[in-house]
């Protein structure tokens, strides 16, 4: 090659050529990608405050100094146990390995009740008896039960963490589609004890319910708990929720109430609409009601707006309840409530089918 096609890097003046239209090129790629970079930035949102915790595409974002498990202080370390009302059964294993995940230092151990069945009642008076440290429970304490706790040396605090509604069912059979209150109370009450006098057949109404002591819903106001005398010499008691679906599902008369969670989804029953008057029902689900011979493929959904602003007049309460003035347990369910009120807490209280209250 002659000198005058050579540069003084010693290389052709092609070559020179072909380098500077590579650098060219790499500078405005760079520049895109840079400009690419400035308007994507404000779009993309990161926040490192967000991170999947309860299942796949979920998130929890954090926007305060007490919105995940690990921002709560003071969480006393040890193994705590816990048990109570069936309608926590949907919180109880989401929540347990998610606290346990973040909080390793907080060991929840559920205790099933060494005589009867699971159920607010028996939870606080195991939590009385000191077999508990925390009471998981759909309904307050009584007065009687804040009795007791004083004669024992400390008092019981309850603790507000989620909301779930109160269903009424019936034998699908049955040609009735709603009740008031009233009227549910005075079935209880054993007032009302044939259906023909509530718009039904000549039919005679069989209530069941829990025995009083482990009810997991009040139905009468106050927020007492109900004795025996309350209740219609009618009543027929079940000890679960699984029974009581059984025998109104072959009861034409029967009729039971109990927290949505565990009545709604199935399929062998009928979920009524509940008014505080005759002229206006709200249902507990998402209209249209599922017809039998479509469950379980399809599913009744809770109507979780009609329940959060009172439009559906049945609800229940879950409570926290725990001990007061006894250092470690008062220190367990001070945190306990702490974390089920955290954001992420709520989030879990949300995905297992319940209602937050924040």
Same mark, same amino acid.
Request: charged share 20%; with cysteine.
């Given at each position: 090659?002659?000198?005058?096609?050579?540069?003084?890097?010693?290389?052709?003046?092609?070559?020179?050529?072909?380098?500077?239209? *590579?650098?060219?090129?790499?500078?405005?790629?760079?520049?895109?990608?840079?400009?690419?970079?400035?308007?994507?930035?404000?779009?993309?949102?990161?926040?490192?405050?967000?991170?999947?915790?309860?299942?796949?595409?979920?998130?929890?974002?954090?926007?305060?100094?007490?919105?995940?498990?690990?921002?709560? =202080?003071?969480?006393?370390?040890?193994?705590?146990?816990?048990?109570?009302?069936?309608?926590?059964?949907?919180?109880?294993?989401?929540?347990?390995?998610?606290?346990?995940?973040? +909080?390793?230092?907080?060991?929840?151990?559920?205790?099933?009740?060494?005589?009867?069945?699971?159920?607010?009642?028996?939870?606080?008076?195991?939590?009385?008896?000191?077999?508990?440290?925390?009471?998981? =429970?759909?309904?307050?304490?009584?007065?009687?039960?804040?009795?007791?706790?004083?004669? +024992?040396?400390?008092?019981?605090?309850? +603790?507000?963490?989620?909301?779930?509604?109160?269903?009424?069912?019936?034998?699908?059979? *049955?040609?009735?589609?709603?009740?008031?209150?009233?009227?549910?109370?005075?079935?209880?009450?054993?007032?009302?004890?044939?259906?023909?006098?509530?718009?039904?057949?000549?039919?005679?109404?069989?209530?069941?319910?829990?025995?009083?002591?482990?009810?997991?819903?009040?139905?009468? =106001?106050?927020?007492?708990?109900?004795?025996?005398?309350?209740?219609?010499?009618?009543?027929?008691?079940?000890?679960?929720?699984?029974?009581?679906?059984?025998?109104?599902?072959?009861?034409?008369?029967?009729?039971?109430?109990?927290?949505?969670?565990?009545?709604?989804?199935?399929?062998?029953?009928?979920? *009524?609409?509940?008014?505080?008057?005759?002229?206006?029902?709200?249902?507990?689900?998402?209209?249209?009601?599922?017809?039998?011979?479509?469950?379980?493929?399809?599913?009744?959904?809770?109507?979780?707006?009609?329940?959060?602003?009172?439009?559906?007049?049945?609800?229940?309460?879950?409570?926290?309840?725990?001990?007061?003035?006894?250092?470690?347990?008062?220190?367990?369910?001070?945190?306990?409530?702490?974390?089920?009120?955290?954001?992420?807490?709520?989030?879990?209280?949300?995905?297992?089918?319940?209602? =937050?209250? +924040?």
């Amino acid at each position: 090659m002659s000198d005058e096609n050579r540069t003084g890097t010693g290389l052709s003046k092609d070559a020179v050529q072909i380098i500077r239209g *590579l650098i060219v090129g790499e500078l405005i790629t760079i520049a895109i990608i840079g400009g690419l970079w400035l308007w994507l930035r404000p779009r993309l949102q990161i926040d490192k405050g967000r991170f999947s915790v309860f299942g796949q595409g979920t998130t929890t974002t954090s926007t305060s100094s007490n919105s995940t498990f690990e921002t709560v =202080s003071n969480v006393p370390a040890g193994i705590f146990k816990h048990g109570g009302s069936t309608a926590w059964a949907p919180i109880r294993p989401l929540l347990t390995s998610s606290i346990q995940l973040f +909080r390793p230092e907080l060991q929840l151990r559920y205790v099933d009740p060494p005589n009867g069945s699971p159920g607010s009642g028996t939870g606080i008076r195991m939590l009385l008896d000191g077999e508990l440290d925390l009471a998981e =429970s759909s309904r307050p304490f009584t007065a009687v039960e804040q009795t007791i706790a004083q004669q +024992r040396g400390f008092s019981l605090k309850e +603790r507000l963490v989620a909301i779930d509604g109160v269903v009424v069912v019936v034998n699908p059979t *049955l040609p009735v589609s709603g009740l008031t209150v009233a009227q549910l109370q005075q079935i209880y009450q054993g007032k009302i004890t044939n259906w023909k006098y509530l718009g039904g057949p000549d039919l005679a109404i069989i209530p069941f319910s829990q025995p009083p002591e482990s009810a997991d819903t009040v139905l009468f =106001s106050g927020q007492q708990l109900l004795d025996n005398q309350t209740l219609g010499s009618n009543v027929q008691y079940v000890n679960s929720t699984t029974e009581a679906v059984r025998r109104v599902s072959k009861t034409p008369g029967g009729v039971y109430y109990a927290p949505a969670r565990g009545l709604l989804p199935q399929c062998t029953i009928k979920p *009524l609409a509940i008014g505080t008057n005759s002229k206006q029902f709200t249902s507990p689900y998402r209209e249209p009601l599922i017809p039998p011979n479509q469950c379980p493929h399809k599913r009744n959904k809770l109507h979780r707006e009609a329940i959060k602003n009172g439009s559906y007049p049945l609800s229940v309460k879950l409570y926290v309840i725990s001990k007061e003035n006894k250092g470690q347990q008062q220190r367990i369910g001070e945190a306990y409530t702490k974390l089920l009120l955290t954001e992420q807490g709520q989030k879990a209280i949300e995905e297992a089918g319940l209602i =937050s209250v +924040r």
